[in-house]
């Protein structure tokens, strides 16, 4: 794929670099801006060096922006008290996630009211779907008003599933436009389907800085294959994130707790060790798990800086048996293997929206997004079910519980 603008895009990118840098960590009066000479972190190795300041949340660098982020952050998308993300931005996380899109718009606001008088204190990122430029640079406009701020840190293309939409002109244009106008820092993507796919892109091209990618422990394949690949040999996700991220791209992973499912605890708790999976992958940057109460705030906090080790492993393993056959691990790897058009993985993504997350509300908007040419009522008629789960899942049997709950 072409490189937009080759070296003068580089050139360009790296003088925002140091503005975004210089602009964000003269904010951070938290952990992070106590290490505002963070080093650029460019290969593998450089991840090492990084160590938490003892007591507080573990940091990372994220990618080629150099600005150094909690790895636990919050993923807002659910939250409908402000003073939830208000206890974790004053308890040390330092990334905040929403969208133009959460709650029909109302997510922005509750977090833009969450950070009034804490702004300055962090990264915070938001998203916008691809549309004419014109549409893009009026919704970014009206997340700016809903966030009562005059930037947006990382602004993300939201749900990219090809290098196509990588390569976007128009896209780019828009966001160029926002950056040229301060009111953008950082341009990124988000992916939850052919996430490998975009992750590669991404690494080949030189725009856009940043990957929200879902990331889990059953993102790869089984357990023991994903432990296998965390620890550097095999392929899939794990390795695909840690390739991207060693080429300056910061990693940002959601929908970290493979659902968010009720189980017993044990010593780390099931969503801990969760967290801390995901965290032994040293390509993650930070994490954004949605957190809804002071007590899930408090919870996934304490993973910060957590080993996954022995008690963390039995207790994904209890995690994954109470999972059983509920949870599609967003793989995207049946994608477009339905003959009648279903779109398998956001199916499969609507329905943890509503048993795992208990969102209702998100579930049906998510599923009635797809509209009748990609949601799952061919399958209510289907006779045997051509698609093939790497996890072994029943897709009809759940593709028909999605549409039975949320057409
Ligand atoms: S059950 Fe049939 S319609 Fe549904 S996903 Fe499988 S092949 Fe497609
Ligand atoms: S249904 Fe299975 S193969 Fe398809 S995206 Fe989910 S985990 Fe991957």
Redesign the pocket.
Known sequence: MSVAGGGKERKRMQDRNDVVRRDVLKGLCCAAAAVAAAPVVRGANAWAALSPPAGELETRVLGTTRVRVATVGMGAMITRDPDVIRYAVDHGVNYVDTADCYMGGENERIVGRALEGVRDKVVLASKVHIAPVDQMIASVENSLRSLRTDVIDIMQLHGIKSEGEVADEGAREALRKLLDQGKIRVPGVTTH?GQETVLKAVGKQEFYQTVLVAYNF?SDTGIKAAIKNVFGSGNGLSATIRDTAAKGIGIIAMKTQAGGYSVPQGSLSPHQAALAWVLENPGVATTIPSMVSFSQVDENMKASGKRLGWGGRKALTQYAWAIGDRH????????GSCPSGVD??SV?RSLTYLEGYGQEHLARGTYRGLGPDRGALPCVSCGSCA?????G?D?KR?ARRAHRHLA
Do not use: K, M, Q, Y
């Open positions: 389907s059953r599609c691990g967003l793989c995207g790897e049946c994608a398998v993985p499969l698609v093939s789960c790497r996890l899942l897709v759940l």
